[in-house]
């Protein structure tokens, strides 16, 4: 008699159908993203396994091909040899074994002896919805098709079974690994793991959590953790769950930011300084990145947020929801992250348009400036105006206040339309980069001091872009299409 549970395989295959069932639903949907990592059908959420292996860009990636909600994931596959050029890869994991039947969750990808790696949390839920969660390993000679070796670490002592997301790296020569935990009293906390072998690991225990190393309440759990050095500094990115708003910090229901600080291998303890959030959009979380073969420390992002807002976004009629950020370059000045887009997105650069020292002072159309996929490149000259906005297709704008030196994104709510915004201070507006897709916007602020990033959905015929100043600006304007 044959058993009802499914082989990997068979996981695969059912996901294979559902994406050609719904492959002209997908394709009709006039706000697919152009330039974007998306999933073939379904829901995608956090990048997972980065990794530039033999010369090849890999990114993996939490899908849930069978619902536009989240459900048992798989991972999705994308690779690249330029990060511009993507290609889809057949499904890397399925949720086929009884320590991840629930889900192959979030997790990372090193090289050893010429193999790929993956680390991932398989979770487990039982008929009482209670949780169980194991950090599991895949192992592959051509990065393509992996084996299972299932659970290298169970549950230690002292957490709640809110244990996962691994992020494994290399250090002299023992392997570490990081996970994002919560405590039995609900605090959110990084835990550290070593081994000489990938295979047993050792539990080292919480180097940053809420309340540790000068933090007060800080989140009741912390997610998809990742530690590196960065110009001779360690920097920890986690996503912590239970801020609360702070002004114009906090505002989305989860937050994702890091800590510059010092890790002591031996102690082991990581002192650092405060917690900076690294997008100041609404859609960004779970930032994770790889080191690539040019030495360069390259993140993405999860373009969208699991909240209320979530079921109304209008690609859910299309069958699919969410995308990653574009490749953004992390560099350190003055114990600050500076972000920007990778030099390889010249590539998607057309028809090209200069305005050398515009000058914008009221409400300003340039008729050569506009598009559904654009790239905007604003380097300000003078700045006499107490307010300058930049409208994107009458559905979004970006607002800069001198007086209370605030810059604000806007954008009309997807469930009711009504206009929301998030914001960050800002001492100059000295350079604006802007990539607008069908349905996205990613704004770079100062070459990368701060960034915004967010989904949008405007009238899909609608290219326009204005400009409205109550003073004297002058730029050089420069735009391109991008596809």
Request: with cysteine; charged share 25%.
């Amino acid at each position: 008699m044959r058993s009802f549970k499914m082989t990997e395989q068979e996981l695969m295959e059912k996901a294979y159908e559902e994406i050609d069932r719904l492959k002209e639903t997908v394709a009709s949907d006039p706000h697919r993203l152009i330039y974007h990592l998306m999933p073939p059908v379904g829901l995608l959420n956090d990048p997972n396994g980065l990794i530039h292996y033999k010369g090849v860009y890999h990114v993996f990636y939490q899908w849930n091909p069978f619902d536009v909600g989240h459900g048992a994931k798989y991972w999705g596959h994308y690779t690249s040899k330029d990060l511009v050029h993507w290609r889809e890869k057949p499904i890397a994991l399925a949720p086929s074994e009884w320590y991840e039947k629930n889900g192959c969750y979030s997790g990372s990808a090193i090289e050893h002896d010429g193999k790929l790696f993956l680390f991932y949390t398989g979770n487990v839920k039982d008929e009482h919805d209670q949780r169980q969660t194991y950090q599991c390993m895949a192992v592959s000679s051509d990065g393509i098709h992996f084996e299972k070796k299932g659970p290298v670490i169970e549950l230690p002592q002292g957490y709640t079974a809110h244990f996962r997301d691994p992020k494994v790296w290399k250090k002299d020569d023992m392997w570490y690994m990081i996970l994002g935990a919560q405590t039995l009293s609900e605090q959110g906390a990084a835990v550290l793991f070593s081994s000489k072998d990938l295979y047993e690991w050792k539990h080292l225990g919480i180097i940053a959590g809420s309340g540790l190393n000068g933090l007060s309440e800080f989140g009741y759990m912390w997610e998809c953790p990742d530690l590196f050095e960065l110009d001779g500094k360690d920097v920890l990115l986690v996503s912590p769950q239970g801020l609360e708003p702070e002004g114009d910090l906090y505002n989305n229901v989860f937050q994702s930011g890091y800590f510059i600080g010092s890790l002591d291998y031996s102690a082991p303890a990581f002192q650092h300084g405060s917690f900076t959030e690294l997008d100041r959009g609404f859609d960004f979380y779970a930032p994770q990145t790889m080191l690539d073969g040019k030495g360069r420390r390259i993140m993405y992002g999860w373009m969208g947020i699991t909240d209320e807002n979530e079921p109304f976004q209008p690609t859910v009629d299309h069958q699919w929801i969410h995308a990653l950020t574009l490749p953004r370059e992390l560099k350190l000045k003055n114990d600050k992250l500076i972000q920007q887009p990778v030099e390889e997105l010249h590539l998607l650069r057309n028809q090209q348009v200069s305005i050398l020292e515009a000058e914008i002072s009221g409400d300003v159309v340039f008729e050569e400036v506009g598009g559904r996929s654009v790239e905007l490149i604003l380097n300000f000259k003078k700045h006499e105006a107490e307010t300058f906005k930049i409208s994107l297709r009458n559905n979004a704008a970006l607002v800069y206040h001198a007086g209370s030196k605030q810059l604000i994104l806007e954008r009309k709510s997807f469930k009711d339309g009504t206009i929301e915004q998030r914001a960050c201070h800002l001492d100059k507006l000295g350079k604006l980069q802007i990539f607008l897709d069908t349905s996205s916007i990613e704004v770079f602020v100062n070459d990368g001091e701060e960034v915004f990033t967010a989904r949008y959905f405007p009238d899909v015929e609608d290219e326009s872009i204005s400009f409205y100043s109550n003073g004297k600006v002058v730029c050089d304007l420069e735009k391109w299409t991008i596809g």
